[in-house]
């Protein structure tokens, strides 16, 4: 095994992290590991479509990091890369977290920090030995779901290679660089996910380590991501004196993620100044005191605005970062936080609907209660409605929080702060007002989702049982002209599910496409196909279904195919003469046994 390539999925879905190319640092330090190892390795950063898929179907393993929110478009491709048998290892949050859905689509699974055990894992399987006692790592034995007992203690992050960048193509393109100098946190919110991968105790990086890192990137904005950079301002102080004094650290700004709080400690903040912040990232959550309470903010909407008049003070602009949909929140609440944004004068803000994320005692807790409305993961990015609010509809809380971002990115607003922050406050916002309402126009249908259900819980609904018959069936031999393809067509809960069981012939296919045309909707949010029963006339009419496939997923939002071996999905996506692939707009599940 020589060549590695690891990619980190980039959501289709229209938001705002859809444009911001800059890695999260798992894979370039495991690919750092790897590369000292003496692989070759490469790392990507994109949607499927956009990936250079002839490099990387010359790879002999394929490396895949996903979040809740991407791991639509990481299974994609991952059933794709399995149709030309290549060894798949998925990890990241959602599949620590869901193993077994993501074990469906890869070979082999990295729950938790993977410093550990990826190199091991990468070893074993070159060497052609099963993943025995390799902590965290899930895989398959003989058709059968093995789970390995995850790490005994949290990784030390000093002894991590320092991640190189270089190995995304184009990264000297990254607007910010980013540099991790800690993990962990000790607050244990409930809707929060980063307790449970990363534990309830601050990490941290020496000091000399950090420096040594931040030599590298002369003339660069460096975005430390760090979930609270100042969590121990004694040490954030000494780390600051040592980029204003060192004359090697010559970066030209940098921003990070800190607590209000950090305002009030004259000290840091001059530090922060004088360092190159230029802006900083803030979770306020809410000024709604029983919301804030409920999040265990300890802080108040007095203490919010007094933050963010003394970071404007020392030039510094801020990001404000808002939850709806808490429990005690209503329409209300929602108006009234949007107005004091405004009054406030934070520079941007995030105006995110509360999500349930897989791993959390609040996804929990909504599970039990009933009260999640969809299990489409790439709606799980805290800008869809994907629970029941306590004290609002789903569609009020989705409809609200959309006017929030259009009243505060209105036009007139626009160079607002440019007194305060300069023009680059002003470029911001315009962005903003942009990007939110081609998102809007783009989401339009999935209001009309919310409004269903305030119906009572859905009977599945049958939309076409019966068997399709062909025409001219003396054109096709004795065994297709004698076939009936038998079709389901159920609707559950918002979900299409198809089911085929039978032959299909070019002719079979024209008539299925036919009748499905009658009876779906013209736009629907998700879909599976179940053809594990499905046999084809010929390779010609597997290519055939699989581009019918294709574009059929262009009226869905998520589309998922289940099929019986992976041999028959290699014929639904047979490969083009120049193995340029467009990546389908669908899942491939196939049989492991």
């Not at 990115?409 to 081609?438: D, E, M, P, Q």
């Not at 297709?480 to 079979?508: C, D, F, P, W």
């Amino acid at each position: 095994m020589e060549k590695i390539v690891l990619i980190e999925p980039q959501s289709k879905e229209d938001h705002v992290y859809k444009h911001v190319r800059m890695p999260r640092l798992g894979l370039p330090t495991l690919g750092t590991q790897l590369k000292e190892d003496g692989y070759r390795v490469n790392f990507h950063l994109g949607t499927g479509d956009s990936l250079p898929w002839p490099e990387i179907f010359k790879a002999d393993l394929v490396g895949i990091s996903t979040t809740t929110a991407t791991c639509r478009e990481a299974y994609q491709i991952a059933g794709l890369l399995k149709t030309a048998d290549i060894p798949v290892v998925i990890g990241g949050i959602h599949a620590t977290f869901l193993p077994d859905e993501a074990l469906q689509f890869a070979d082999y699974v990295v729950q938790g920090e993977a410093e550990y055990s990826f190199l091991p894992l990468i070893r074993a399987i070159e060497a052609g030995e099963e993943p025995r006692g390799i902590s965290g790592v899930a895989y398959w034995r003989n058709g059968e779901k093995i789970y390995n007992h995850g790490l005994e203690k949290r990784i030390d992050i000093d002894t991590l290679p320092i991640p190189d960048i270089t190995l995304l193509e184009h990264s000297e393109k990254m607007c910010s660089v980013p540099v991790i100098t800690s993990r962990g946190c000790p607050y244990n919110c409930t809707f929060c996910c980063v307790t449970q991968m990363f534990g309830r105790r601050y990490r941290f990086r020496c000091t000399e380590s950090v420096l040594k890192e931040l030599t590298r990137y002369p003339g660069r904005h460096i975005f430390f991501c760090d979930d609270n950079f100042t969590a121990d301002p004694k040490r954030s102080k000494e780390l600051m004196r040592e980029i204003i004094e060192r004359d090697e650290i010559k970066i030209k700004s940098w921003g990070a993620q800190v607590r209000a709080d950090a305002a009030f400690d004259d000290e840091l903040i001059d530090l922060m100044s004088r360092s190159g912040c230029s802006i900083v990232y803030i979770g306020f959550e809410s000024i709604n005191p029983e919301t804030l309470k409920a999040y265990n903010k300890q802080q108040t909407a007095e203490e919010i605005k007094e933050s963010v008049k003394r970071f404007h003070e020392y030039g510094i602009r801020i990001h404000g970062m808002f939850v709806f949909g808490g429990d005690a929140d209503t329409a209300e609440s929602i108006r009234e936080t949007t107005d004091f944004a405004i009054e406030a004068r934070i520079d941007t803000v995030q105006f995110m609907v509360l999500t349930p994320m897989p791993g959390t005692p609040f996804y929990n807790e909504l599970e039990k209660e009933g009260r999640i409305l969809t299990y489409d993961w790439s709606l799980y990015d805290g800008h869809h409605t994907v629970m029941k609010p306590v004290l609002m509809s789903p569609e009020e809380l989705q409809v609200e929080t959309e006017r929030a971002l259009k009243k505060f990115y209105s036009l007139s607003r626009v160079f607002k702060n440019v007194s305060f922050t300069g023009w680059s406050s002003a470029l911001y916002r315009a962005l903003a007002w942009a990007l939110i309402r081609h998102f809007i126009w783009k989401n339009r249908g999935y209001d009309q989702f919310l409004r269903k259900q305030k119906q009572a819980d859905p009977q599945p609904v049958a939309l076409f049982n019966g068997s399709l018959g062909i025409l001219n069936a003396g054109k096709l031999g004795s065994e297709a002209a004698s076939s009936l393809l038998k079709v389901s067509l159920t609707e559950q809960g918002g979900i299409m599910y198809l089911k085929l069981r039978g032959l299909i012939s070019n002719l079979h296919l024209k008539e299925l496409n036919k009748t499905l045309r009658k009876v779906l909707p013209r736009h629907h949010g998700q879909m599976v196909i179940n053809a594990e029963g499905v046999r084809f006339a010929s390779e010609q009419t597997a290519a055939r279904f699989g581009s019918y496939l294709a574009k059929l997923g262009l009226r869905v939002r998520r589309l998922q195919v289940i099929t019986a071996a992976e041999k028959q999905a290699r014929s639904m996506l047979r490969l083009d003469k120049k193995n340029h692939v467009k990546l389908p707009r669908f899942e491939l599940l196939t049989s492991k046994h």
